[in-house]
C-alpha cells in the first residue's frame, strides 16, 4: 500500500524559508510523477511543483524562482524547498503521486504553512 507522509511545515515570517518532506512507503522510483499541490479554505487544491520520470519538473508560475522541487530515490523521499515566502504561500500543503503501474492519485495528509507579514 502506498502512503505519503509529509512533514516539515509550520509558521515564517514573509522572506523566510521552509523544507517540506514527503516520505513515501515505497521507493520513489515506482512513481510515474510525484509533486506538492496546496490548497487555501474555500478554493481548489493546485498544483504547486511537480517532478516526473526522466527528470522533468513543472513548477506553477507563483512560485519559480523561489520554490525548488528534489528527490531522494534512497531515502524515498521528495522534498519542496521554499525560499523567499510571501503570505500568499499560506496554505496546506500536500503530497500526492501517480505510481506507474496505476491511474490512481495517492495523496498525504498535509501540512500547514503559515507566512506571516
Known sequence: QV????????????????????????????????????????????????????GRTNYADSVKGRFTISRDNNKHTVYLQMNSLKPEDTAVYYCNAHTTWDTRAYWGQGTQVTVSS
Open 3 to 54: 502512503q505519503l507522509v509529509e512533514s516539515g511545515g509550520g509558521l515564517v515570517q514573509a522572506g523566510g524559508s521552509l523544507r517540506l518532506s514527503c516520505a513515501s512507503s515505497i521507493s520513489t522510483f515506482n512513481f510515474a510523477d510525484i509533486g506538492w499541490y496546496r490548497q487555501v479554505p474555500g478554493k481548489e487544491r493546485v498544483s504547486v511543483a511537480v517532478t516526473s520520470t526522466g
